[in-house]
Structure formats: structure tokens, C-alpha cells
């Protein structure tokens, strides 16, 4: 599975950016699909979780103000971002997670840029 993220981009702080995540193939057998994030100089970390239950969890820093969501159809993750601030800046990374009978695997997109200007 291949994942392609789009959506990035440079806006002012209060505002808005939907990213999207389009794999290649189905993600209805994916465990979980996530974002990650990594700003410049920082560790990568957990934005958002989704499980293929539908349960999600956020990090402290973006609760209420970001959504996660997965349409399995058009095989696609989506991030809601509003109430954007400066310390939103970062890479943004789609992640997604499967189990085989030994192992765990985990593919991942290629990042886009969010730029939040204050």
C-alpha cells in the first residue's frame, strides 16, 4: 500500500487546512491510519489515531481542535485542522498499521507542509 498526503500549506493563525491521506489500495484491513507530525528540530510525534473500529485518539495539544476521520470507500484518512497556531507548523505524516501472523507493519505517506503564520 502506497499513501499519498496532500493538503499542506501556508495559512494564518485561526484558521483552517483539511489534509488528506489516499492509499493505493484498501485500508478497511489497516488496524489503525494516523497523522504524525515532526517540526523542525523535534521528535516525531502523534497528531491523531483512528482504529478500523472507528475509536480515535488526539494528542493533548490538538484536542478539540482537530478531527480525524477515514472514508473506507474512496479508501482515504482525513485530518480536520481548525484553530490553527504557529506551533501547528510541521511535516505531517499519514501513517497507517497492519498485523500479520508475525509481525507488524507500518506504511507511511511522503509529508506535507502546514505553515501556521502568526
Known amino acids: 500500500v502506497q499513501l499519498q498526503a496532500s493538503g499542506g500549506g501556508l495559512v494564518q493563525t485561526g484558521g483552517s487546512l483539511r489534509l488528506s491521506c489516499a492509499a493505493s489500495?484498501?485500508?478497511?484491513?489497516?488496524?489503525?491510519m494516523a497523522w504524525y507530525r515532526q517540526a523542525p528540530g523535534k521528535q516525531r510525534e502523534l497528531v491523531a489515531r483512528?482504529?478500523?473500529?472507528?475509536?480515535?485518539n488526539y494528542a493533548d495539544s490538538v484536542k478539540g481542535r482537530f478531527t480525524i476521520s477515514r472514508d473506507n470507500a474512496e479508501n482515504t484518512v482525513y485530518l480536520q485542522m481548525n484553530s490553527l497556531k504557529p506551533d501547528d507548523t510541521a511535516v505531517y505524516y499519514c501513517?497507517?498499521?497492519?498485523?500479520?501472523?508475525?509481525?507488524?507493519?507500518?506504511?507511511w505517506g511522503q509529508g506535507t507542509q502546514v505553515t501556521v503564520s502568526s
Open positions: 489500495g484498501s485500508i478497511s484491513g489497516m488496524l489503525s
Open positions: 501513517n497507517a498499521v497492519r498485523y500479520t501472523i508475525s509481525s507488524r507493519i507500518d506504511y
Open positions: 483512528i482504529t478500523r473500529g472507528g475509536s480515535t
